[in-house]
């Protein structure tokens, strides 16, 4: 069982730069694939970035490649996105996951434990 826990989130000015973190309980964080995900108001929730077990492998959606970073840190059992340039479409509720075994990352349906959110809201 892995319990997740996002922060970081808040509102910011188009251009501007945010850092989430989610929080793992637990001493198997570094089995699991991390992913992030948003949902903005009136859409389904959509892929962002993944970041395989030892963290020598991403993923990013087109929508977010060259302005958000994904990292983390098995020591701290922690997932970070950074997230640069942001735009007013970038707003949404922002979740990490967790998946023990992953083929294909951007699909929500192979993570098997995901957060609460956090809100980013971006103004223009």
């Known amino acids: 069982q892995v319990q997740l826990v996002e922060s970081g989130g808040g509102l910011v000015q188009a251009g501007g730069s945010l850092m989430l973190s989610c929080a793992a309980s637990?001493?198997?964080?570094?089995?699991?694939?991390m992913g992030w995900f948003r949902q903005a108001p009136g859409k389904e929730r959509e892929y962002v970035a993944a970041?395989?077990?030892?963290?020598?492998?991403?993923s990013y959606a087109v929508p977010v490649k060259g302005r958000f970073t994904i990292s983390r840190d098995n020591a701290k059992n922690t997932v970070y996105l950074h997230m640069n340039s942001l735009k007013p479409e970038d707003t949404a509720v922002y979740y990490c996951?967790?998946?023990?075994?992953?083929?294909?990352?951007?699909?929500?349906?192979?993570?098997?434990?995901w957060g609460r959110g956090t809100q980013v809201t971006v103004s223009s």
């Open positions: 637990g001493r198997t964080f570094s089995t699991y694939t």
């Open positions: 970041i395989s077990r030892t963290g020598d492998g991403t």
């Open positions: 996951a967790a998946a023990l075994s992953v083929r294909y990352v951007h699909q929500e349906q192979e993570y098997d434990y």
